[in-house]
């Protein structure tokens, strides 16, 4: 008998949506740029037919076989498994770099030496097949997961599922340890972005992820930041999801609405001509002799495309198309099929019936049974087989019976089988949810009886007391997901677990631990907290008395739960949490999780004087070191000048050859003195920071050599700036940086170079030279998933970048991508300061508001940002606000802003040395002249400060400190200026021209531009308005230095102030049209500074080459023997 082939249904009503795709992939592969495709759509209206179609016909027969296609799909328990798609989808790239050349792929991976891809084998297990062994690097004993945190506190004894295999726990337990970090969305959005870059150099991809409707938040995030870093990417990403509402955590990733590389897919219903179409492809009859039966099948199906393909499948089931012998063609009775087909609105319940009717016998029933219980729409047929054989009666009997009724699931049409692989996956959702209504009701004992025999096998695999097996790579499940799953599945099963015996209890509640940990390994934090709640809940029905009798079990708890709660934003109930733990801890050794975790709730979340109190009271309980309630003058000099007397006789060979620190304690104390440090100085609390990185100091060079030596050697330079010993400062920095590069503790290594590179090495070399450095520590501190200082890390690079005076352009996408991420991770603290910088440099840009020196625009409102953070004491935020503002003053003459700024600002031997140091200096110093200038008024007091500011960089120069040289120089023309005016003109502007040369030859571009602002508005406004005698040569001096500024300016990529001196010196510059003003770096000048290798935090960034600052120091060496004669005035 005949019969009809329902396995290749043909492509029918889709080809407009066919030729968008099609268009997409074009612009992907031929302009190389990103193209995102948003295909929606209620269920069943053929989505996913639509793309894999799509794929098949012009992506795998492309004639160039230049094209690789990846897929990934989320369903309703994507919750339980984050980043499963995009796991899935690399996972098939990572295939296809092996079957196209493995040898070639592991040496391009090799290559891109600064990535960690082994970062990934958790994401990507298949991965490890490409990279090449390395050298292992010793582990950072202080890192984010150590016992300061407790986060992995569990006991090894007792901890096992089978008696007999108390080992396999214990080193599960451990392999979590080891592998357990925080925050890898950063970490994955470098190495996957990597990754893909490296294929689309010679391969133009498409990923497509399925029913994104069901992602989960870690996923959504990271595939946002990946679209926001993937531009230049040859990269065609499609997303299928049924409608969404504006609030529904998917919608930001394919709402784009800044993005022209975005389209949308709406599919409705099949029309009548659809559904005749494909009849007349399936029983080859014409179109008028199909005219009836397409109503019905209309009628039936409501035009839903997946039901009309379902109800194709019912009549052929049902035999109601039957194949005439006689005229060899299709025939049917309509009335028999109106009278024996039901209409049903619910497709699910149609698959539901014609599933009935092919399974026959109970083996393929109990195994759609069990695969929909997985909760997956794709599954491992190993995995599958281990979750059916739980308890007594073993439900398929070998691993070969059980793939001949996976075939038989495949030639039915339900289950799709992954090709040379072991993976299945249903053939719809609709058939999964056909699956799912035989599973018992829930909440029944038979529904927590399979749940938790699932769960147990999977517990056992992940302990390794049963083998993954297979061959394949992508089968390979982690432990971290095994964990995760299991426990989904046991948690499942309450009633269950509570029958169990205490001793087996508690065995679960220590499983909710690892698996909280496992979801902590990839920033899964609501899972965590779910994880380790139910964990508690569960002690708590084992005992009432929890902490009396279970207290390791319930401290490491509570440890994880409270800094989960704090990932998480909960500060209430990680607050509560802390209270409870300090009340019932019994040593100081316990308390130091929650203490870590109460200080990093309270500076997280403003409350900076409660951190520093809180930080304070443990450096005092752990190292019984005090701090006065005031500061008395004369005791902290004789401190530091103790400290530096002590420095001084260290050689640097001491240093270097540090004996190792032998006690704990030791470690626990100089962990807590930074961490103090680092918040008193958000806190302005310069004096508690001080003292607190000379008691670092001295216990360092008592006790030797740790994970936190390099950090205090640090602080050793820092005192030595601050003391202004730059020879003994730079000696100290040099040997801090020689540290670090051993890379013995990664983690307090990279906080060490971004210490030494912000306070303390630019004082004694071109500040050009910092940036590389920097971007090496905050690539360490993303691999090690060092987050807090990679967000503090990336600020210093933008702000020495700014300060390098580079093009604005490429920094300002970086200061957006970095707010996107810091608002992920609800980093406040940082988040204020970088708002004000973000904010100055979109005024430069001329995208603030129409007052260029207030920090009120898209980013920020200046008032109500500032109110707050008077409110909260957040002195280093109105710090930075009062430094930009008085920055933007100077550069537009708003010398009443300026001089207000300039007064909020604190006194400078309170600041610190850092980076914006030189710029405040040098900007209240330009003030003070400019208000000699305008006003007679206080006009000898002006000088004089002007003078002692100018004073202050000489005495520096003098010290061989290179970045302080131009701004001498233009401080002095300045000087000169006020001082000589008119009477000698080629004196004031000689002085003009060598700060101009300075600036110029050492790199800083804004500098150059303002000092030929400043030599016009000299020419300008004393020779040509003042001085009728020199006016002709004079308007001919202003218009070069103006019109030279004006073109520094436009190359630096400050459009308003251009637009300000078009305007202000409209007069001096008649016959320069803006558009004639090359913009955004894009002079030779600008443009050569810039390199293609970019800083990894995010795609367009603006990192500096090797050879871009090559030529400052150059021109650094060149003016050394200058600025060795140069006498302060």
């Not at 490890?128 to 004993?141: E, G």
């Not at 019976?401 to 049409?413: N, P, T, Y």
Request: proline residues 3%; hydrophobic residues 40%; glycine residues 6%.
């Amino acid at each position: 008998m005949m019969e009809l082939d329902l396995d290749n249904l043909p492509f029918c009503g889709r080809q407009k949506e066919l030729k968008i795709l099609q268009d997409a992939l074009q612009v992907a592969s031929e302009q190389g740029k990103l193209c995102l495709v948003a295909v929606s759509g209620p269920s069943g209206t053929g989505k996913s037919q639509l793309v894999s179609h799509f794929i098949q016909e012009h992506v795998v027969k492309s004639p160039s076989n230049k094209m690789w296609a990846c897929s990934g799909k989320y369903d309703a328990n994507s919750l339980m498994r984050p980043y499963s798609a995009i796991g899935d989808c690399y996972s098939q790239l990572v295939e296809h770099m092996l079957q196209d050349d493995a040898k070639k792929w592991s040496a391009k991976l090799a290559e891109n030496a600064q990535m960690d891809f082994s970062v990934l084998a958790p994401l990507i297990p298949n991965i490890s097949k490409l990279l090449l062994p390395v050298h292992p690097v010793a582990k950072d004993t202080r890192s984010r997961g150590d016992a300061l945190r407790r986060l992995s506190r569990v006991s090894s004894d007792s901890i096992s599922f089978a008696s007999e295999n108390n080992r396999s726990a214990s080193e599960a337990i451990q392999d979590l340890k080891e592998a357990s970090s925080l925050h890898n969305v950063d970490r994955y959005v470098i190495t996957l972005r990597a990754l893909a870059r490296l294929a689309c150099a010679e391969r133009t991809l498409v990923f497509v992820y399925d029913d994104i409707q069901f992602a989960d938040p870690q996923s959504i995030r990271l595939k946002q930041r990946l679209a926001s870093t993937a531009e230049d990417l040859r990269l065609l990403m499609i997303a299928t999801h049924r409608p969404l509402s504006k609030d529904h955590p998917a919608a930001p990733l394919i709402q784009r609405p800044n993005s022209n590389q975005s389209t949308f897919i709406e599919l409705k219903e099949f029309q009548h001509d659809n559904i005749r179409d494909m009849l007349q492809a399936v029983l080859k009859r014409e179109p008028e002799d199909l005219q009836d039966l397409t109503f019905l099948v209309q009628r039936k199906t409501g035009s839903n495309p997946c039901a009309v393909q379902e109800y194709l499948r019912l009549l052929a089931h049902q035999r109601l198309l039957q194949f005439c012998t006689t005229n060899y063609r299709w025939t049917w009775d309509l009335a028999k099929m109106e009278m024996e087909t039901d209409v049903s609105d619910d497709i699910v319940q149609m698959v539901v019936h014609r599933v009935d009717a092919i399974c026959d016998s109970d083996d393929l029933r109990k195994l759609l049974l069990h695969a929909a219980a997985l909760g997956d729409s794709r599954f491992e047929s190993t995995l599958l087989f281990h979750a059916m054989n739980y308890g007594a009666n073993r439900k398929v009997t070998t691993l070969d019976s059980m793939h001949q009724v996976l075939a038989q699931g495949c030639a039915e049409g339900l289950l799709e089988h992954q090709t040379h692989s072991t993976w299945y996956k249903f053939s719809h959702d609709r058939v999964l949810e056909a699956a799912q209504t035989f599973l018992p009701e829930t909440g029944s004992y038979q529904r927590e009886e399979l749940h938790f025999g699932i769960g147990r096998q999977l517990l056992k695999m992940a302990m390794g007391e049963i083998s993954c097996g297979g061959g394949d790579d992508n089968m390979q499940h982690s432990k971290s997901k095994l964990f995760i799953m299991a426990m989904t599945h046991c948690n499942q099963a309450p009633g269950k677990v509570a029958t169990l015996p205490e001793n087996r209890c508690l065995e679960f509640v220590k499983a909710n631990h690892m698996a909280a940990d496992a979801a902590l390994e990839t920033t899964s934090f609501a899972l965590a907290v779910g994880f380790l709640e139910r964990g508690l809940r569960l002690l708590g029905s084992i005992s009432v008395i929890k902490w009396n009798e279970h207290y390791d079990t319930m401290l490491a708890l509570s440890d994880s739960l409270a800094y989960a709660y704090f990932c998480t934003d909960n500060v209430a109930a990680a607050s509560a949490l802390i209270e409870d733990i300090m009340t019932h801890a019994k040593s100081l050794d316990h308390k130091l999780g929650a203490y870590q975790s109460s200080i990093l709730c309270r500076w997280q979340h403003g409350d900076l004087d409660g951190a520093l109190k809180q930080a304070m009271a443990v450096v005092k309980e752990v190292a019984n070191i005090r701090f006065p309630k005031r500061f008395l003058q004369v005791h902290m000099i004789k401190r530091i000048l103790g400290i530096r007397g002590v420095l001084a006789k260290t050689t640097d060979q001491q240093l270097l050859n540090l004996p190792d620190i032998s006690e704990k304690q030791i470690h626990t104390t100089l962990y807590f003195l930074n961490l103090l440090a680092a918040v008193a100085s958000f806190a302005n609390a310069e004096q508690i920071c001080v003292m607190t990185m000379i008691a670092s100091t001295k216990i360092t060079l008592k006790h030797g050599y740790g994970p936190e030596t390099v950090y205090s050697v640090a602080s050793a330079s820092f005192i030595m700036i601050l003391l202004e010993d730059y020879d003994n400062g730079n000696r100290l920095a040099k040997v801090g940086m020689e540290l670090a590069s051993r890379n013995d503790y990664p983690v307090t290594d990279a906080r060490a170079k971004v210490l030494l590179n912000c306070y303390c090495i630019h004082w004694k070399h071109p500040m050009h030279e910092c940036l590389e450095s920097l971007l090496d520590s905050a690539n360490t501190c993303m691999k090690n998933a060092d987050v807090s200082y990679m967000f503090f890390n990336c600020f210093i690079y933008c702000l020495m970048y700014y300060y390098c005076g580079l093009s604005l352009e490429p920094i300002e996408t970086d200061y957006k991508r970095f707010e996107e991420t810091l608002s992920d991770y609800g980093q406040e603290m940082f988040l204020a300061i970088m708002r004000c910088r973000m904010q100055q440099i979109q005024n430069l840009r001329g995208k603030g508001s129409r007052k260029p020196t207030d920090l009120t625009g898209d980013v920020m409102d200046q008032d109500k940002c500032i109110a707050e953070w008077k409110k909260i004491g957040h002195g280093r935020a109105l710090f930075t606000a009062y430094l930009c503002r008085l920055e933007l003053a100077c550069y537009f003459d708003d010398t009443h802003i300026a001089e207000e700024m300039s007064k909020l600002l604190p006194a400078i031997v309170k600041e610190g040395p850092g980076v914006w140091l030189l710029s405040r200096v040098f900007f209240q110093g330009l003030l003070c002249f400019r208000l000699a200038q305008k006003t007679r008024r206080r006009r000898r007091t002006n000088i004089a400060k002007g003078k002692r500011h100018l004073g202050w960089f000489s005495t520096r120069v003098a010290k061989g400190c290179p970045n302080c040289f131009h701004y001498m120089k233009l401080l002095t023309a300045e000087c000169t200026r006020v001082t000589v005016g008119i009477k000698d003109i080629d004196k004031v502007q000689q002085s003009y021209d060598a700060g101009i040369a300075a600036a110029g030859k050492l790199g800083f571009m804004q500098d150059h531009a303002l000092g030929n602002e400043l030599a016009g508005r000299f020419f300008l406004e004393e020779v040509v308005q003042k001085n009728s005698d020199e006016c002709g040569s004079g308007k001919e001096w202003a218009e070069t230095y103006l019109t030279r500024a004006l073109e520094l300016y436009g190359s630096w990529g400050a459009e308003a102030k251009v637009k300000d001196m078009r305007r202000k010196y409209k007069d001096m510059l008649p016959g320069l049209d803006t558009s004639e003003i090359q913009m955004n770096g894009s002079s030779n000048r600008g443009s050569s500074r810039l390199s293609t290798t970019r800083l990894s935090f995010v795609s367009s960034g603006s990192k500096v080459s090797r050879t871009s600052y090559a030529s400052s120091r150059n021109s650094h060496s060149q003016l050394t023997d200058e600025t060795t004669t140069i006498a302060s005035v």
